[in-house]
């Protein structure tokens, strides 16, 4: 891979890329399946990824004729790394066993490693034959919606698709790696303002948000409404803030420090709680919540907007989703993606019927929103919410940072990338985008 860093560096033709000689192996990130057993009887908090991921070589799969390689420059951490790294809630290998048994090519995924990562930046490097939207050398982003476009109930809202998968969680060949396979249609372009690292934090995290607060096909908001966002400063939090603020609605953010609330003040959400000092306890134990925690909570949103929030952004689940479905208005819309304190939740069902509420499910994103929530970063209308980067062979503890919520934003890795500040093909641009809107949630390594 080094002559194509080489390569990429000294800014060489798409046709110098497409002569570089592809390697027979590539460094990645993998989990083993023999390690899958490794935390058995252990809480969740103490499931350590550090443990379980490894950094190595490994072999470089065929290429489909729908799929390219991809040098990967950066990627990112994204929850479900964490996910995949502590075996929960299921381990990943049973999903590429599954894909094994689709078809040939599908075979190729059903290994005894599973390259994880489902964001990256990076340089297309070769095409297979049935590829024309995408050459060698084009600088692209990759989603992780992984379809399978031969399959017709993929064909309204490809997230519908019977077989609809999230690449390097459902999929091997992942993005935390020097190299990725992916199918062209994972393909975006890279926004030429932003830095490779910058630019691999986005597409996972942005898209999911543009599809639950924006999308029809999940809280599709209007101007003028509000919105309850949880975790405000977090992975999909902190884009689905920038997607209300754009829409012309009002955010209220929940984060849990003082930090945060001024970082949400900074990108311009006025009315922020910060759940740690409310001290709220939604449940009163183990088996039993508390209404008169989930009115206090409702009072504090309505004293901050004078309103009950139109739509509730909710990828908490247990801990909170009582207190969600409670405090939206009347006819209002809780939008979920996720539990991640725990998925059997529990809420009084009459706040929903009697007040018409509706409990939206949303997963991911289909192409054309992730296209649409990437040309958004594109235009700088939607800036990257980057904190840190870690190096590749530190993705362990860049998902420790994950995994026990000391982050803000998004964790960048740098992949083939050797160092950060790399990438930047529209300096001009950049400058009117801002520096100081472009790296607001940038902190000192932790
Ligand atoms: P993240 O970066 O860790 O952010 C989650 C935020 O949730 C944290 O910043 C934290 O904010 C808040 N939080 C954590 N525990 C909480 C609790 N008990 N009560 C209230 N707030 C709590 O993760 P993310 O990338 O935003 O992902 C969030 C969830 O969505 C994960 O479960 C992930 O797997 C899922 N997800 C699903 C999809 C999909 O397509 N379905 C896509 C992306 C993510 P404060 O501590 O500041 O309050």
Known sequence: MKDFLEAIEAGASGDDIAAIPVPESYRAAYLLRDDIDMFEGLPSAEKDPRKSLHVGEVAVPELAPDEVYVAVMASSINFNTVWSAIFEPV?????????????????????PLHVIGSD????????????????????VVIH????????????????????????????????????????ANQLMPKPAHLTWEEAAVNALCNSTAYRMIVSHNGAGMTQDQSVLIWGATGGIGAYAVQHVLNGGSIPVGVVSSPE?????????????????????KFW??????????????????????????DIVFEHIGRQTMGASVFAAKRGGVIVTCAATSGYMVEYDNRHLWMKLKTIKGSHFANYREAWAANDLI?????????????????????????????????????????????????????????????????????
């Open 284 to 309: 009163k134990d183990e088996f039993t919540q508390d209404e008169s925690e989930w009115r206090r909570f409702g009072k504090d949103i309505r004293s901050l907007i004078g309103q009950d929030p």
């Open 260 to 280: 945060k609330v001024a970082l949400l003040h900074k990108l311009g959400v006025e009315a922020v709680l910060d759940r740690r000092a409310q001290a709220y």
């Open 120 to 139: 990256a930046s990076g340089v297309v490097l070769r095409t297979g034959p049935g590829v024309h939207n995408f050459h060698p050398g084009d600088k």
């Open 144 to 183: 992780c919606n992984y379809v399978d476009d031969q399959d017709p109930s993929a064909h309204e809202d490809s997230m519908n698709a019977s077989n609809q998968r999230i690449w390097g969680y459902e999929s091997n060949f992942g993005g935390l790696a020097d190299l990725t396979v992916v199918k």
């Open 378 to 446: 594109v235009r700088g209308k939607v800036v990257p919410t980057l904190s840190y980067t870690y190096p590749l062979d530190q993705v362990g503890e860049a998902s420790y940072q994950v995994h026990h919520n000391l982050h803000e934003g998004k964790i960048g890795v740098l992949c083939l990338a050797p160092r950060e500040g790399m990438g930047i093909d529209d300096p001009a641009f950049r400058e009117q985008v801002g520096e100081e809107r472009l790296t607001l949630f940038r902190r000192e390594q932790a």
């Open 91 to 111: 381990p990943t290998f049973a999903f590429l066993a599954r894909l094994g048994r689709e078809s040939a090519y599908g075979a190729r995924h059903d290994l």
